[in-house]
């Protein structure tokens, strides 16, 4: 397994390590895992100026699997656009051309008083959001901005997707169905949107290939109503980049803390970028105060859908669900009165359940 550790700015080395830790004791013999280390982000731009440099690219390219911690900081803010952090993280995205982004929402019963909703409509969630990463109005062009006819300044982009990329990530959205409890739901705007009348059409059309799978569809608004309602209703949703960027981080509030849920962004042919889907936190950075679980959860996704070694995903996920069945709990899903342990004590609490 050639596994490439791109730890980022912030908190991201802190998770990372804790991670890299996890790798290092679930490997069998030495060598079956093969680590190499990079840059990107903002480190990657005070390296070599660049967000994704050629060095990293290449890195990337050569890896069956990458592990991201997390990008971006406020020293970064006022760069230019173009070699900002997060442009690295675009980037890397579409020359791996890492379409499919696979978000589950879950919340572990012991930290069902951790969401912000009553624990009777979140205790059990378990929905696996599909978003599409590589479309849509994120890139769409033209986009820009200009001086209309009346002198006033305004900006504009392009929501745009192309059949075969609704095809693909639909797919991906039966196909996870298919693995799951076979209800898909395709999340659209179609009663505004031409982009996504398509998009509802290639959904309908390919779900004849998948008659087992019990297919709805939704439009955004009342998707982002009913996932705060009786969120339970789902089990997996596949939608667009700009729905699934907003409703995925939506859904992981139900969960209780973005410091629980890792994610998975996959090509056609399963090499991934797995990374929690927080960001870099820098106002707990450098304190070991991050929770390290959404990065080791990150790497159960890894060993689940890039390597097809469901036993290591499922050994990581019992010793996550030992250590917070112990009461372990970082500060972000500590309720009142609980202790409240740091990064590297939870890495050593996960590695001695493992
Ligand atoms: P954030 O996710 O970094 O932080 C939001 C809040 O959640 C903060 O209070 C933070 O302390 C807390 N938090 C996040 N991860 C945690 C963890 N593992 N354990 C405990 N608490 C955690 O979002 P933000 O503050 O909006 O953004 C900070 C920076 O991260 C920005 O530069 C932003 O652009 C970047 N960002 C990067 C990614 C990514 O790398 N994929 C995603 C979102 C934001």
């Known amino acids: ?68 911690g997390c990008v971006g900081g406020p020293k970064y803010d006022t ?36 969401s912000s909703l009553k624990p009777e409509i979140v205790a059990g969630l378990d929905i696996m959001i599909i978003r599409e990463l590589t479309g849509d109005i994120y890139f769409g062009q033209p986009r820009g901005r200009r001086t209309n006819a009346n002198g006033e300044d305004e900006g504009f982009d392009t929501m745009h997707y192309a059949k075969s990329e609704v095809e693909r990530i639909a797919r991906v959205g039966f196909e996870t169905a298919m693995k799951r409890n076979k209800k898909l739901c395709s999340v659209d705007k179609a009663n505004v949107l031409d982009t996504s009348i398509l998009w509802r059409e290639v959904v309908t059309e390919m779900h004849k290939q998948y008659p087992e799978v019990e297919l709805s569809h939704m439009y955004v608004d009342n998707a982002a109503m009913q996932l705060v309602r009786a969120p339970k209703q789902f089990d997996v949703i596949v939608t667009g980049n700009i729905f699934g960027d907003i409703l995925s981080d939506e859904a992981s509030m139900l ?77 972000d899903i500590a309720q009142k009165g609980e202790t409240v342990i740091g990064t590297r004590e ?9």
């Open 1 to 68: 397994m050639k596994i490439l550790v791109l730890p980022g700015d912030g908190i991201g080395s802190e998770i990372v390590s804790q991670a890299v830790r996890v790798l290092e004791k679930i490997q069998s013999s030495p060598g079956e895992i093969e680590l190499s280390h990079g840059v990107l982000g903002g480190a990657a731009y005070d390296q070599y100026g660049h967000p994704y440099p050629p060095e990293t690219q290449k890195q990337a390219r050569a890896a069956d699997a990458i592990l991201l």
């Open 79 to 114: 760069l230019p656009r173009n070699v900002r952090p997060e442009q690295g993280l675009l980037g890397i995205r579409k020359d791996l051309s890492l379409f499919a982004n696979l978000r589950p929402a879950m919340l572990y019963p012991e930290l069902a008083a951790s």
């Open 255 to 331: 969960a209780g803390s973005i410091g629980m849920l890792p994610s998975a962004s996959l090509d056609a042919n399963k090499k991934g970028l797995y990374e929690p889907i927080h960001g870099s936190a820098p106002d707990i950075a450098g304190q070991n105060k991050a929770n390290p679980i959404a990065t080791i959860l990150s790497l159960a996704m890894m060993m689940r859908y890039t390597f097809n070694r469901t036993d290591l995903a499922n050994r990581i996920e019992t010793a996550v669900r030992k250590v917070l069945a112990d009461g372990k709990r970082t500060g």
């Open 346 to 354: 939870m890495g050593d609490a996960i590695v001695a359940a493992l």
